[in-house]
C-alpha cells in the first residue's frame, strides 16, 4: 500500500492541487460574481457559477462613463494602462542598458561615484518618498501628463544592476576583436551587444511591463483627472461608488478587477520562461 | 570592471545622463526635500515655516498611535513573510520532488505574479465582505452575534490585509524556491537518498541548508515588501480609511501628509522609513558580501 | 559474505525507452565486478538499480537471498561513490563522512574512530575540517570515498568515479582503489566506460551493450574468449580485425587468406575477429601493404590495407623497422581467430 502511494505521489498531487485553488478560487468567485445582477450578488454573495450576465456587464463596463466625474470608460482606462505598462518597460529598458553600458565599459572619471548615486536608488523605494516626490512633479507641472507618470517611477537602479551584471558576463574578447575590427564605442553598443541582449531585454521588459501596468500609489497622487486613470485605480473608483449610493454594482467592480487581471496575465503566462528567467536575473 | 574598456569618449557621459538626470530630479532632489521639511512645523495655512530641530522627530514617537502604527506594521510584515514563504515552500517542495507533472503545476502558480496588490485588495475586501463575502459568512454563521468584523476591528483588519498580501506573494515565492531547489545539484540529494531514511530528515539537514541563501534573500523582499508597498491592499480593502490601529506606517505619511497636511510629521516619518531601508539593505549586503568570500 | 543476484532486471521509462533489458548476473562476495560498455548501454541504470535511486520495471534484485526490489535505498546497505562524488557542499569534510552513520544512531565514540582510521587510509587528516569547495578535484574523490568506507556497508557501488580526474591522477586512483577493495574485502560494482580501466580494476568484467548483458567473465577471459563481435571489438586495444569470410569444408578463407582446420565447423558465412598481435608479419602469407606506421617505443602500429581495401591493424615490437608503402607478407593461426556467426554476431568456436 506504502509503495501505491510513493509511486503515485497522490499527496503529493493533493496538496499541489489545494494550492491552485487556493490561488485560483477567489478569483473565480470573483469572475462568476461578475456575470450576475447585482441583485443576486446582495441577496446571496459570491457565486461559484456564471449568471449570464457577462456580455451585458463587460460591454457596459467598457463602453459606458462612470466615476466620480462621469468620464471614464473602462476601455480608456485600459488604455491608460496600456500606456504606463509599455512606456514604464521600455523608458526602463532604455535608460538602465545606457547607464549600464556607460559604467561598465568605460573608465571616467565620475564613473565610481555615478554609479554609487545610482545604487542609493536602490535604498528608498517611491513610498518612502512619495510627498516631496508629489510636490516636484506638481512643481513641473507633470502632474495629470503621461510623462509625469512613467518617469519618475523609472529612477530606481535594478534595471541598472540588471544589465550592469548581464554585460559583465559577456566575455572581454568580444571587446577586444570589435576593437581590432575598428568599432567604436557607439557601433560595439549598436551592433554587438544589443543584439546579444535581446533576451535579457525581453525578459526585463516583461517584467517591468506587469510592474508598470499594477502600479497603484503613483497613479493615485498624480491624476486627479480621471480620464488618466489607469485601471487599477478605476477599481477604488467604482468601489467607493458601492458603498455611497444606490445599489452597490458589485458585478462592475469585478468585471473592472478581472479586467485589471487579464492582460498581465496572459503575459506572464504565455511568456512564462522569459519571465521567470528575468525575474530571477534581476534580484541578484 | 571589465579588463578591457573604451576611453576618451563623450559617449559614458551621454549614456549615464537620462538615469542620473532622471535621479537626481526625481529622487535625490525629493529625498533631500523629505528630509529638509522633518525639521519644520508648518503652520495650517502654509504661510511659515518655523525650523524646530528634531521636534517633529520627538513628537511622532511619543505619540501613541505612531508607536502602535509601527508595532503593526511590524507584525504584519514578520506575518506575511512567514506565512507567505511558508505556504511557497510547502508547493515549491512539493513540485520539486515531483516525478512526472511537475511542468503542469509550474505556469498554475506562477500566474498570480501578476495579480496586482490593488486587485488582491479587491478580492481580500469582498471575500471578507460583510455584505456578500462567503468568508465573512462562514465565520460568522447565520443566528449568532458576529465575532470577525474588519470593518470595526483592527486585527480583524489586519487578517484581512493579510490574507490578500499572503495571497499575493506565495507566487512570488514559489518562483525562486523551485529555482533555488532546482538548483541543489540531484546528485547530492540522491547520495542523502541513501545516506539518510527519513525523508523529513534529509530535508532539513540537506535541501534546507543548501537553500538558506534564497531563504534569506526572500525573506528581506518580502519583509521590505510587506513593510513598504502594501499601500495598495490597504486602501483597496477599505477605501474609506482603515479601522484605526489597522494602517501601516506607509499608509500613515499619506494620510499625514496628503489627507492631514502636515508636512513636517509626515516627512519624519519619511525618514525614519528611509532609515529602516537603509538598515535592510546593509544587512542584505553584508550578509551577500560574506557569501562571496566563501 | 554478501552475494548479489540480478535476475531479469529490466527498466523501461515512461516514454516506452527501455534501458536495461533482461539482466541476469550473480555477483560473488568479496570481488570487484566492473560494468562495462559504451554510453547508454545501460550500465549506470543498472547500478542505480541496484542502489534504489531508480525504480525497477520487472524482475528481481536479491542481497543475500532476500528481494531488495521496493527497499529504501537507505535501508539497502550499500553505499555509493558518484561520477561527481556528490558531497554535501555545506558540510565539512568530517560531516560528511560522519553523516550517514548520526542518521543511523551508530555511537559517536565509534563514528569518530570509523572517521579516523578512514582518512588515516585516505590521506586526508588534515583536511577534516574544510568544506568541499576548498578541496581539490582528487581529494574530493577521496572524501567521497571515504564516505562511503565508513559506513561499512555489504555492497560498495562506483558509478564513473574517476571519469573527472587528469589522466595522470586517473592511473594512480584505480591502482589506490583496487588496493583499498582487496584491504576492506568488500564486494564491489565499478561502473566505468573505459575498457582499460575495467581491465585493469576488475576481477570479472561484465560487459554491456544496448542493455543486455553480452558476457560476464575475468579480464584475461573477456579478452581472449570474447563471446560476441561487440565485446571482441569493444575490449582491446587497439581495436581487434573484423573481417567478412566464409567457412567450407572445413576451411575458413577471407580476404585472400586460407587458413584450414576448422573441421567442426559446419559451412556457413562468418565474420573472422584477429586481434592485432595475432597477425604475424614473416616470409610468407598474404600480402597487405602498409599505409601508416605509429611508433610508440614498446610498439610498433602498423596500419595496412589489402589488395581488396581492407584495413588491418597490425602490432609488432617497437623498432621493428617497417616504412609506409611497404608491402608486407601477413599470416595467422588457426587457434588465434575468434569466428562470429554472421547475423546474430555470437562466437561459433
Not at chain 1, 216 to 227: Q, R, V
Not at chain 2, 18 to 37: C, G, H, N, T
Not at chain 3, 247 to 261: A, H, I, Q, R
Request: proline fraction near 5%; hydrophobic fraction near 45%; include cysteine.
Amino acid at each position: 500500500m506504502r509503495v501505491f502511494w510513493k509511486r503515485h505521489q497522490l499527496l503529493n498531487h493533493l496538496l499541489l492541487l489545494l494550492g491552485v485553488a487556493f490561488l485560483a478560487l477567489p478569483l473565480w468567485l470573483v469572475f462568476a460574481s461578475s456575470t450576475h445582477d447585482p441583485g443576486t450578488l446582495i441577496r446571496e454573495g459570491m457565486q461559484l457559477g456564471f449568471g449570464g450576465k457577462f456580455q451585458e456587464t463587460y460591454y457596459g463596463v467598457l463602453t459606458e462613463k462612470k466615476g466620480f466625474t462621469e468620464q471614464v470608460t473602462a476601455a480608456t482606462m485600459m488604455l491608460n494602462s496600456l500606456i504606463l505598462g509599455l512606456g514604464f518597460a521600455l523608458g526602463k529598458i532604455v535608460v538602465s542598458m545606457t547607464a549600464a553600458y556607460a559604467i561598465v565599459y568605460f573608465r571616467f572619471p565620475l564613473g565610481g561615484a555615478l554609479f554609487w548615486v545610482i545604487f542609493t536608488t536602490l535604498l528608498l523605494p517611491l513610498e518612502v518618498r512619495i510627498i516631496p516626490s508629489y510636490k516636484v512633479v506638481a512643481d513641473l507641472g507633470m502632474l495629470n501628463s503621461y510623462s509625469g507618470l512613467i518617469i519618475p517611477l523609472i529612477a530606481s537602479a535594478t534595471g541598472t544592476f540588471y544589465f550592469r551584471q548581464f554585460f559583465r558576463s559577456v566575455p572581454d574578447e568580444l571587446l577586444e576583436a570589435a576593437k581590432l575590427d575598428g568599432a567604436g564605442p557607439w557601433k560595439f553598443f549598436i551592433d554587438i551587444l544589443l543584439p546579444l541582449s535581446r533576451t535579457m531585454m525581453a525578459a526585463l521588459f516583461i517584467i517591468m511591463f506587469v510592474v508598470g501596468w499594477n502600479q497603484y500609489l503613483w497613479p493615485l497622487l498624480m491624476t486627479t483627472d480621471e480620464s488618466y486613470n489607469t485601471i487599477v485605480l478605476g477599481i477604488k473608483s467604482v468601489m467607493q461608488n458601492i458603498d455611497g449610493n444606490r445599489l452597490p454594482e458589485y458585478n462592475r467592480g469585478f468585471a473592472l478587477a478581472i479586467l485589471a487581471l487579464v492582460p498581465p496575465v496572459c503575459i506572464v503566462v504565455f511568456f512564462q520562461r522569459w519571465f521567470i528567467k528575468g525575474l530571477l536575473e534581476s534580484d541578484k | 570592471m571589465k579588463r578591457v574598456t573604451f576611453s576618451h569618449s563623450p559617449i559614458p557621459y551621454l549614456f549615464v545622463l537620462p538615469q542620473i538626470a532622471i535621479i537626481a530630479v526625481f529622487f535625490l532632489w525629493p529625498s533631500a526635500e523629505a528630509i529638509r521639511l522633518s525639521f519644520f512645523l508648518e503652520d495650517p495655512w502654509g504661510l511659515s515655516n518655523e525650523f524646530v530641530w528634531f521636534e517633529n522627530y520627538q513628537t511622532i514617537f511619543e505619540d501613541p498611535e505612531y508607536v502602535g502604527t509601527l508595532i503593526a506594521t511590524l507584525i504584519f510584515s514578520l506575518s506575511v513573510t512567514f506565512l507567505s514563504l511558508g505556504l511557497a515552500m510547502l508547493l515549491a517542495v512539493q513540485v520539486d520532488g515531483l516525478l512526472r507533472g511537475g511542468g503542469t503545476y509550474r505556469p498554475l502558480i506562477t500566474w498570480a505574479y501578476a495579480i496586482a496588490p490593488a486587485v488582491a485588495g479587491l478580492v481580500a475586501r469582498f471575500l471578507f465582505s460583510p455584505q456578500i463575502g462567503p468568508i465573512y459568512a462562514w465565520l460568522n454563521p447565520e443566528g449568532q452575534p458576529p465575532w470577525f468584523e474588519p470593518n470595526l476591528d483592527s486585527i480583524d483588519a489586519w487578517v484581512v490585509v493579510t490574507s490578500g498580501a499572503v495571497w499575493r506573494q506565495v507566487s512570488v515565492n514559489f518562483i525562486y524556491l523551485l529555482a533555488g531547489l532546482q538548483s541543489i545539484p540531484r546528485a547530492v540529494l540522491e547520495a542523502s537518498r541513501i545516506d539518510n531514511p527519513s525523508g523529513l530528515g534529509r530535508f532539513w539537514s540537506v535541501t534546507f541548508p543548501l537553500l538558506a541563501p534564497t531563504l534569506f534573500f526572500l525573506m528581506v523582499i518580502n519583509f521590505s515588501y510587506a513593510f513598504f508597498e502594501t499601500f495598495a491592499i490597504i486602501d483597496t480593502v477599505f477605501p474609506f480609511g482603515p479601522p484605526s490601529g489597522a494602517a501601516s506606517l506607509v499608509y500613515k505619511v499619506y494620510v499625514d501628509g496628503f489627507k492631514g497636511a502636515d508636512l513636517g510629521g509626515s516627512s519624519a516619518q519619511s525618514v525614519v522609513l528611509m532609515l529602516f531601508v537603509l538598515a535592510l539593505t546593509v544587512v542584505q549586503f553584508r550578509y551577500l558580501e560574506k557569501k562571496i568570500h566563501y | 559474505m554478501t552475494t548479489l543476484t540480478l535476475q531479469g532486471l529490466r527498466k523501461v521509462y515512461p516514454n516506452g525507452t527501455e534501458a536495461v533489458r533482461g539482466v541476469d548476473l550473480e555477483i560473488l562476495d568479496g570481488e570487484l565486478t566492473v560494468f562495462v560498455g559504451p554510453s547508454g548501454c545501460g550500465k549506470s541504470t543498472l547500478l542505480r538499480m541496484i542502489a534504489g535511486l531508480e525504480e525497477i520495471s520487472s524482475g528481481d534484485l536479491l542481497l543475500d537471498g532476500a528481494r531488495i526490489n521496493d527497499v529504501e535505498p537507505a535501508h539497502r546497505d550499500v553505499a555509493m561513490v558518484f561520477q561527481n562524488y556528490a558531497l554535501y557542499p555545506h558540510m565539512t569534510v568530517r560531516r560528511n563522512m560522519s553523516y550517514a552513520l548520526q542518521n543511523r544512531k551508530v555511537p559517536k565514540t565509534e563514528i569518530e574512530r570509523r572517521v579516523l582510521e578512514a582518512a588515516k587510509m585516505l590521506q586526508l587528516e588534515e583536511f577534516l575540517e574544510r568544506k568541499p569547495a576548498q578541496l581539490s578535484g582528487g581529494q574530493r574523490q577521496r572524501v567521497a570515498m571515504g564516505r562511503a568506507i565508513v559506513r561499512e556497508p555489504k555492497l560498495f557501488l562506483f558509478d564513473e568515479p574517476l571519469s573527472n580526474l587528469d589522466a595522470q591522477l586517473r592511473a594512480q586512483m584505480r591502482v589506490d582503489i583496487r588496493k583499498l577493495q582487496r584491504q576492506l574485502k568488500v564486494t564491489s560494482i565499478f561502473v566505468t566506460h573505459d575498457q582499460i580501466e575495467a581491465m585493469t580494476v576488475g576481477d570479472r568484467l561484465a560487459v554491456l551493450n544496448n542493455g543486455e548483458l553480452e558476457q560476464i567473465g575475468t579480464p584475461m577471459q573477456v579478452y581472449s574468449q570474447p563471446a560476441s563481435e561487440f565485446v571482441a571489438s569493444f575490449i582491446g586495444s587497439p581495436r581487434i580485425n573484423l573481417v567478412d569470410g566464409e567457412v567450407k569444408s572445413g576451411v575458413l578463407s577471407f580476404d585472400g587468406f586460407e587458413v584450414p582446420g576448422f573441421t567442426d565447423i559446419s559451412d556457413q558465412p562468418v565474420r573472422a575477429g584477429i586481434r592485432p598481435e595475432d597477425l604475424l608479419v614473416g616470409t610468407s602469407g598474404t600480402k597487405l601493404q602498409v599505409d601508416l606506421v605509429e611508433e610508440l617505443g614498446s610498439d610498433e602500429l602498423l596500419y595496412c590495407e589489402s589488395p581488396s581495401g581492407q584495413d588491418y591493424r597490425i602490432r609488432r615490437p617497437g623498432g621493428s623497422g617497417h616504412r609506409s608503402g611497404e608491402a608486407i607478407d601477413v599470416s595467422v593461426q588457426k587457434e588465434k581467430i575468434h569466428l562470429f556467426h554472421k547475423s546474430s554476431k555470437k562466437r561459433i568456436n
